[in-house]
């Protein structure tokens, strides 16, 4: 496949998941479909995901039409690609995974450790916030589950759409 959305780690990426397969041909039929991909670290989100845009683009679905992005990007930029007709997040629920997963002190000062964390779930949930509010936006976002969806979603209104 000669796309650059798709990194050459996830190149021969596949999937036969139901869930992957409808929403890529509601996506092919022009139609706005959303996917929600959860489960632990390594279970293979990622894989899945690129396995979708890789179905899109070798179906002829233009690859400028496709963003791919991850959370530390939208929170660094305060902004999640929203020109294109469809999006990819990964790591939606990392800043609630690393509070969680947290077994000891960092050496990072505390205080500024904090101060990222909350820049970067303010600038993710604004960004993700608009995202899902968009009817006619397709997306995929990946998450470690449901309730760290939840968790580190700010806006009620956004999470109760996820």
């Not at 845009?53 to 902004?79: M, P, Q, S």
């Not at 450790?113 to 936006?137: F, H, W």
Request: with cysteine; hydrophobic share 45%; aromatic share 4%.
């Amino acid at each position: 496949m000669a796309s650059n959305v798709v990194p050459p780690l996830y190149s021969a990426a596949e999937s036969d998941h139901p869930a992957v397969e409808r929403w890529c041909a509601a996506v092919l039929t022009g139609a706005a479909a959303r996917l929600l991909l959860l489960g632990p670290s390594w279970s293979g989100k990622s894989h899945t995901a690129y396995a979708a845009i890789r179905r899109l683009v070798n179906a002829g679905y233009g690859a400028d039409r496709i963003a791919v992005t991850n959370a530390f990007e939208v929170a660094r930029a305060y902004d999640v690609p929203l020109r294109a007709d469809v999006t990819m997040v990964d790591d939606v629920t990392i800043s609630v995974d690393l509070r969680r997963e947290a077994t000891q002190p960092r050496p990072l000062d505390q205080a500024e450790a904090q101060a990222a964390l909350a820049l970067q779930a303010a600038g993710l949930s604004e960004s993700i916030t608009q995202l899902v509010g968009r009817p006619n936006q397709s997306w995929i976002l990946i998450g470690s589950s449901e309730d760290s969806c939840h968790d580190s979603k700010a806006d009620k209104h956004a999470s109760a759409r996820l």
